[in-house]
């Protein structure tokens, strides 16, 4: 037997019995009081326990035949490295953000685990929210906080019920509001804008209707315009802000139009505090001389901070026209994105769209609602 220590756990290689009757190996060992087994096949010389905070443990390796005979245990002793719990721990960063705190953590070996979330009350924790995951690159929201000064408390918890130590932290969570829709305006086609469908404008995105079918904006779709991929529509919500997150509904129809037809998949949105006078005399041809529509337009972006590049994901994956009951929840809650908080505060918005659900030239949305800090 040789031992070979790991991140809360060993790799222990051995030399199994050579003998045809070798049902496999089996390791027992002992977790926070639970009695644990690993057992591998008589084919490979080598198996893996983890679960182990730092310290020294024993670990029983028995062979089993195929009658259930086992041998006599043959002690091994491991010495743990540092387990993920703690890996995980010392690299939270907790960051002030919209209605409470954001946090970030690495998790390299994809261990499954808890980030435990709980506030001060008094003399009292509570709960706030559990955090279940096994990405390697991790973050999460908490949100729902006035802006006022509040304590957290953060630990790490894993499936052998191992714990990290706690985290305290003192947070002045950043105000967030819904954007006051009635300032939200219409503006003077750009350059690279597409014009919309008969009475299906631009200002129902912000109407607060999310389900009526024709509350939405469509795009002309002509032939003499080539659609609306890779070209945009601009709006002006009235107010500059520092946007924290957003929801953007489907046009809904029953079934039919739910991640299909020309509800947009793939766009990019852009924000600006000014349209200057350079921006209206902007755009460029396609560069492609053979392009059908090689006289159309196309949208520059000088003097625009992208700001997310947007997929809207079909929880259910499947293909387009078919349906979960998942897929009609999520359509009919909305998609919600979370601006990442570098980005500056703007007061236009400039949305790119890219592809739609049926893999046509038109796009349409149904409504589009905002929340932030409102700058001025």
């Given at each position: 037997v040789s031992i070979e220590n790991v991140n809360g756990g060993a790799i222990i290689t051995f030399k199994a019995p050579k003998d045809e009757d070798l049902l496999c190996v089996v390791a027992s060992y002992t977790i926070n009081g639970v009695e644990r087994t690993t057992k591998?096949?008589?084919?490979?010389?080598?198996?893996?326990?983890e679960g182990f905070m730092e310290g020294e443990f024993q670990v029983n390796l028995t062979s089993v035949d195929k009658s259930k005979n086992e041998s006599q245990p043959v002690p091994v002793k491991i010495n743990p490295l540092i387990p993920p719990?703690?890996?995980i721990f010392e690299s939270l960063n907790v960051l002030d953000s919209f209605g409470g705190v954001k946090l970030f953590w690495e998790n390299p070996m994809k261990d499954n685990v808890i980030v435990e979330v709980s506030r001060k009350d008094g003399d009292e924790w509570i709960s706030v929210e559990n955090f279940y995951t096994n990405a390697p690159v991790g973050q999460g929201s908490i949100r729902g906080f006035d802006p006022e000064p509040i304590t957290f408390r953060f630990r790490i918890r894993d499936r052998w019920d191992n714990y990290s130590e706690y985290r305290v932290t003192d947070n002045l969570p950043l105000e967030e509001k819904q954007l006051d829709k009635s300032k939200f305006k219409m503006v003077t086609i750009l350059p690279g804008d597409s014009p919309s469908h008969s009475s299906l404008v631009i200002s129902n995105i912000w109407d607060g209707n999310t389900t009526g079918s024709n509350n939405c904006y469509h795009g002309s779709g002509s032939s003499s315009n080539y659609g609306e991929m890779n070209r945009t529509i601009t709006f002006d919500m009235?107010?500059?802000?520092?946007?924290?997150?957003?929801?953007?509904w489907q046009r809904l129809s029953g079934d039919s139009w739910t991640f299909n037809h020309n509800n947009i998949k793939h766009y990019v949105i852009y924000g600006c505090n000014e349209l200057t006078a350079?921006?209206?005399?902007?755009g460029?041809?396609?560069?492609d001389p053979d392009w059908a529509?090689?006289?159309?337009?196309?949208?520059?972006?000088?003097g625009w901070t992208e700001v997310l590049d947007v997929w809207c994901l079909k929880p259910?994956?499947?293909p387009t026209g078919q349906l979960s009951n998942e897929d009609?929840?999520?359509a009919n809650n909305g998609d919600e994105h979370e601006i990442p908080i570098e980005v500056p505060s703007f007061r236009y918005i400039r949305i790119l769209f890219l592809e739609n659900w049926s893999g046509g030239n038109i796009a349409q949305i149904g409504e589009m609602t905002f929340w932030g800090q409102i700058v001025e």
């Open positions: 591998v096949s008589p084919y490979v010389d080598k198996l893996k326990v719990v703690e890996l009235g107010q500059k802000a520092k946007i924290s997150r957003f929801k953007l350079e921006m209206y005399t902007g460029t041809l396609h560069p529509a090689k006289d159309v337009i196309l949208p520059t972006f000088e259910s994956g499947l009609r929840e999520a």
